[in-house]
């Protein structure tokens, strides 16, 4: 909300994100978490699911419980995050490779710190270049309020769990073997390192560094913000994004000819693949419906 630094890293935020992206993904196995990184007031990630449905109860409930931890940890009372999560598919293996990039190199593009490995708040690098296991703390409120109000002695620590975050090779490192897929990523972090030492030199600015990141007022509200319109797709060229979207708009048309075909009480509507079905009981009363996706 407002760009403010709510998600700015330290110790306690940190196992707090990665224990709702744990308890998310024991939720929801089916969904592949390919990389994240969380920023101080925005987090990026990729991932992929079996279905719409999936994903999005993956992101709600990331999301949700993201702004509910956070939001009591520094007490913040109003709305959590400024919109809905953006989604924007990746077209091609080698779109792919260059999210992954952008996803890795958060933290030094902004100037904020020299190499990826020195962002002190979350992010995949570690995981990605050696191995090593995401673990964080899931606190299981709903058990402990019961039980608080049922007059029993209990505290919060009692009802965490640890859970651990599992990471999934992107589609075109899969046949790669695990020392293969870490020195790919290491070799794109020292590009990034190289790349930001670069431009530092060029452009005169200093990396702000990992101390002062973590001493940053988590309600400090920047003066401006940055906003740009989000992209149809990552694709490799113009031409693969103007036919996705040419795509995209062929199936909202054929999803709102649905609808209507639907309100006007006609039987066996087909729903274009991939779409969420319309809710049946804001539907006409007295109107026999039969709804199957394509």
């Not at 992101?59 to 009591?72: C, D, P, S, W």
């Not at 990471?167 to 899969?174: A, D, F, N, V």
């Not at 940055?226 to 694709?235: E, F, G, N, R, V």
């Amino acid at each position: 909300m407002q760009s403010r630094f709510l998600l700015r890293p330290s110790r306690k935020v940190n196992d707090l994100i990665l224990g709702v992206f744990g308890r998310a993904q024991s939720l929801y196995p089916d969904v592949r978490l390919y990389g994240f990184h969380v920023a101080a007031n925005h987090m990026h990630s990729g991932l992929a699911a079996k279905d719409v449905q999936q994903k999005s109860a993956f992101m709600n409930f990331v999301n949700g419980n993201i702004a509910r931890e956070i939001g009591k940890l520094h007490d913040w009372r109003e709305g959590f995050w400024g919109r809905r999560y953006t989604e924007i598919a990746i077209d091609d293996d080698q779109s792919f490779i260059r999210r992954m990039r952008y996803i890795l190199s958060h933290g030094c593009k902004e100037f904020l710190v020299r190499r990826p490995q020195d962002w002190p708040g979350i992010h995949c690098v570690d995981a990605l270049t050696k191995g090593e296991v995401l673990k964080g703390t899931w606190f299981n409120r709903s058990a402990f309020y019961k039980d608080e109000q049922r007059g029993k002695d209990c505290q919060l620590g009692d009802y965490s769990e640890v859970y651990e975050v599992k990471l999934t090779p992107i589609p075109c490192l899969e046949g790669l073997s695990v020392k293969e897929q870490q020195a790919f990523y290491r070799k794109m972090c020292a590009d990034i390192q190289e790349d930001t030492r670069r431009r530092c030199i060029d452009r005169g600015y200093p990396v702000l560094g990992a101390r002062a990141i973590k001493k940053e007022n988590p309600h400090f509200r920047p003066s401006k913000t940055k906003k740009s319109p989000a992209p149809w797709c990552h694709a490799k060229n113009m031409k693969r994004v103007k036919q996705f979207k040419r795509e995209y708009k062929n199936f909202v048309a054929r999803y709102r000819e649905a609808v209507s075909n639907l309100l006007l009480g006609k039987k066996d509507v087909e729903f274009p693949e991939g779409c969420f079905l319309p809710s049946l009981n804001r539907m006409p009363v007295g109107r026999v419906l039969s709804v199957a996706p394509g």
